[in-house]
């Protein structure tokens, strides 16, 4: 990690309706001991609202990566997805697709529709864990990232 | 039946003389309508010829009309000879009557085709001109002036020029004589109105009517021994005019030939060597010919394209002559051998008969099976909406059940295992123990519920049955299987395989089932699998035998029921889809499966594939 990005705590979007993969999410993150800072949108139509800066989201700064899941009530991951695709001051951050489904249906139209990459959620605990640290690891590490216009 | 008398092929001067003449015809055929044509042709130039020389001719003859008429009536209109008259006689000091005659010659109505007017006395001196102080262009007007005088008629003086520098003119000239009753005429003077021909005459002769490269009139008149071109020459504008002169001896010239009397259409060569064709007319009342001419090339270059065309034409046809005359003659030799097998083919001929009696008996029972299965299909079809119908709505709850059910699963098992993992220092060995079953009782159902999916996805594979080599399908799966195989160190043998319509991914997790069971309940000898194919009816039967601990008769059928064991988990791990899974995809390829065995004696696996695609259409 470069001493650049130690400065500031890195922004992660993460967008799941079910409060125990947030919570599985949040506990990872803190084994990990990844300095990130995580906000949660409940379903797809609070994560348009947050990632536009409507209110009363007007402070929230654009994150550096979305988690995306695919099944969500009111407006769904892949409508999300495509808003964030098609919105040119969005499309730049990169978006992962982290969900139950492994239908190659759901798979093929996330990468047709322009998803950075797409996870199926493990059921061993501690591959959830290892899932969740390689993706910081990976994304906000490894991967040069563009700066956000808004910071 | 006669046998054939000659070949034909030995006699083709039969058929070369038939093509030489028919040759021959397209080729006088050909010239006659290109003779045509020409005639056509020149007949049509020699009319417009004639008819653009007419017009010409007629106008330069109502021109020089015009110019005498124009003359009298000068005299006839008193004031100008009344005028000339006064002033002159009255020793020309009065001063109004000359400016009245200056304004009568600068009139602009002359300025159309006269240059200049001179006012002569009867001496030939001049009195007065317009413009003011000209004099006549050369000594050879004044004579011509006083000689109109003298004869007392009015002259229109032929072209003339004194030398090559002065342009050439023509002089009208009007005599002015006092007559008055009682008293003998008196001569006054002559009017002089000298034309120059540059204001309408020659632009006049050098117009033709239609558009033309090379089309022109000439004017000549015969001069001593030679003719001489008045106008100037569209194709040798260098040339002054009238300074072009030809001796008469050439009489390939037309302006020569017109000058002695030649008459209507000539062809020669005109005065730059060009063959040209010409009709030549005598303007009436006048020492001037017309020579209306074209170039010979211009008339004859239609021709030549028409020439061409007509050549190639007869060059196609007598070409297809040829192939029809060599199609001819490989007819006859045809017919040659066709008589030679003439009895053959009366014996085929009444076979075909026969045959054809027995076409028309079993299209009316085709006809019949046809309605028959008309009927058969549009129930089928009925069934296939139905059954794609409901084939939808599993694939719906497939999904599903991916999804929504492996989710409640997936937050149980991972809150207790974050439990043992947060809390295991505080947690004793029975508390670890009941989650331990719970994470394997969570994990156990996902398997079944994903076991499940694959098994109901089988019957509704959209794949496409392709043609695939059996052996390249088994290569893959035991390299899919290699951890395994060498983990038990197990000898694997194989037949040649088939090439058969099989849907690939299907076929290979059917080997793949066979093989995995033939390793995992092997006893504790090395476990031996042998694959095999040999064609059986129309199917052909495969087999996968293992040295395993084989399966007693009782169980035979069982064993490829959904989650039906036959042996612990702990010892044979697994939910028991596997042969389920086989038997459902050997039936959606229209094959049967079946085990033989002795308990202890290893079991071999049979199944049927069909070796035609027939039937095979996946269901979608």
């Known amino acids: 990690m470069s001493h650049d990005q130690l400065i500031h705590a890195v922004d992660i979007l993460l967008v799941e309706d079910n409060p125990g993969d947030v919570r599985l999410t949040r506990e990872a993150m803190k084994e990990a001991r990844i300095a990130v800072n995580l906000n949660v949108a409940n379903d797809g139509l609070e994560a348009m609202k947050m990632l536009r800066q ?35 001051r969005l499309k730049h951050i990169p978006v992962v697709i982290l969900t139950t489904s492994a239908a190659e249906k759901d798979i093929a139209q996330a990468y047709g529709m322009h998803a950075n990459c797409y996870i199926t959620k493990p059921v061993e605990l501690e591959e959830f864990m290892e899932i969740v640290k390689s993706i910081e690891g990976f994304w906000l590490t490894v991967v040069k990232l563009p700066r956000n216009p808004s910071q | 039946m006669a046998p054939p008398r000659q070949n034909p092929a030995l006699l083709p001067w039969r058929l070369v003389t038939l093509f030489l003449l028919l040759a021959a015809g397209i080729g ?28 010409k001719a007629g106008q330069i003859a109502e021109w020089r009309r015009e110019r005498i008429a124009e003359a009298k009536s000068i005299l006839a209109a008193s004031f100008m000879p009344k005028a000339a008259e006064q002033w002159m006689l ?52 004044r004579a011509y002036a006083l000689e109109a005088l003298r004869e007392r008629k009015i002259i229109l003086q032929d072209f003339h020029s004194e030398n090559e520098q002065n342009p050439p003119h023509l002089d009208l000239c009007i005599p ?43 004017l000549v008149r015969r001069d ?30 037309p302006a020569v030939r017109a000058v002695l009397g030649g008459e209507g259409m000539v062809s020669g060569k005109d005065y730059r060597g060009v063959e040209v064709l010409a009709v030549l007319r005598k303007i009436p009342d006048s020492p001037w ?81 046809i309605e028959l299965h008309h009927i058969t299909e549009k129930v089928l079809q009925e069934s296939m909406d139905e059954l794609s119908r409901s084939n939808a709505d599993l694939e719906q709850f497939a ?18 295992q974050l439990l043992a993992r947060r809390y295991h220092d505080k947690l004793d060995q029975d508390a670890r123990d009941f989650i331990g079953y719970a994470v394997e009782g969570v994990t156990r159902m996902q398997r079944l519920i994903s076991d499940q999916l694959t098994y109901a996805l089988v019957g509704i594979d959209n794949s496409q049955f392709e043609m695939a080599d059996c052996n390249q399908v088994l290569a893959e799966v035991l390299a899919n299987l290699k951890p395994l195989i060498e983990e038990h160190h197990v000898e694997i043998s194989q037949d040649v395989l088939p090439s058969i319509p099989l849907i690939y991914s299907q076929f290979g997790q059917l080997l793949q089932n066979l093989i995995g069971n033939a390793i995992k309940f092997h006893d504790e000898r090395t476990p031996q699998i042998h694959i095999s194919a040999r064609p059986d009816g129309d199917d052909w039967l495969f087999s996968v035998s293992d040295n395993g601990i084989g399966i007693a008769p009782e169980y035979f ?49 049979y199944f049927t594939i069909p070796t035609t695609l027939e039937g095979q259409q996946p269901i979608s």
């Open chain 2, 224 to 253: 001593g021994d030679s003719v001489q071109f008045l106008n100037e020459l569209r194709h040798r504008k260098e040339t002054a005019a009238m300074s072009l002169r030809r001796p008469l001896s050439d009489t390939t010239l």
């Open chain 2, 90 to 141: 009255g020793g020309l000091h009065d001063d109004p009557q000359r400016d009245a005659l200056l304004a009568w010659m600068a009139a602009p109505r002359h300025a159309r085709h006269y240059s200049r007017i001179f006012l002569l006395d009867s001496d030939g001196k001049t009195m007065l001109a317009f413009p003011l102080g000209s004099q006549p262009s050369d000594s050879n007007s």
């Open chain 2, 176 to 218: 002015l004589i006092a007559a008055h009753k009682g008293k003998s005429p008196v001569k006054i003077g002559i009017l002089v109105m000298e034309i120059d021909p540059a204001r309408f005459l020659y632009p006049f002769i050098q117009a033709w009517p239609t558009p033309s490269q090379t089309g022109e009139t000439l």
């Open chain 2, 557 to 605: 059928d069982k064993i490829f029921l959904i989650f039906k064991r036959l042996h612990s988990r702990e010892k044979y791990p697994g939910t028991g889809i596997g042969l389920a899974i086989c038997k459902r995809i050997v039936e959606r390829h229209h094959g049967r499966i079946w085990v033989e065995s002795k308990l202890g004696k290893g079991a071999t696996f």
């Open chain 2, 399 to 416: 999904y599903i059940a991916s999804h929504d059910l492996q989710e409640p699963l997936r937050m149980v098992a991972s809150f207790v």
């Open chain 1, 54 to 88: 409507e209110a009363p989201y007007g402070n929230l700064p654009l994150p550096d990566l979305v988690l995306l899941d695919l099944n969500m009530p009111k407006m769904d991951g892949r409508e999300v997805l495509r808003q964030i695709k098609f919105d040119d």
């Open chain 2, 289 to 369: 010919f017309l020579v209306a001419k074209v170039d010979r090339a211009e008339v004859e270059a239609p021709l030549r394209e028409r020439a061409v065309m007509v050549a190639s034409v007869g060059a196609l046809l007598i070409g297809l002559t040829a192939i029809a005359v060599i199609l001819l003659w490989r007819q006859q030799q045809m017919r040659f051998d066709l008589a030679r097998h003439e009895f053959e083919e009366d014996t085929l001929h009444r076979a075909n008969t026969e045959l054809e009696a027995r076409v028309a008996e079993r299209t009316y029972d085709l006809q019949a099976e």
């Open chain 2, 28 to 55: 006088a055929a050909g010239y006659t309508y290109f003779q045509q044509q020409l005639e056509h042709a020149k007949r049509q130039n020699e009319n417009t010829l004639n008819a653009i020389a007419k017009l």
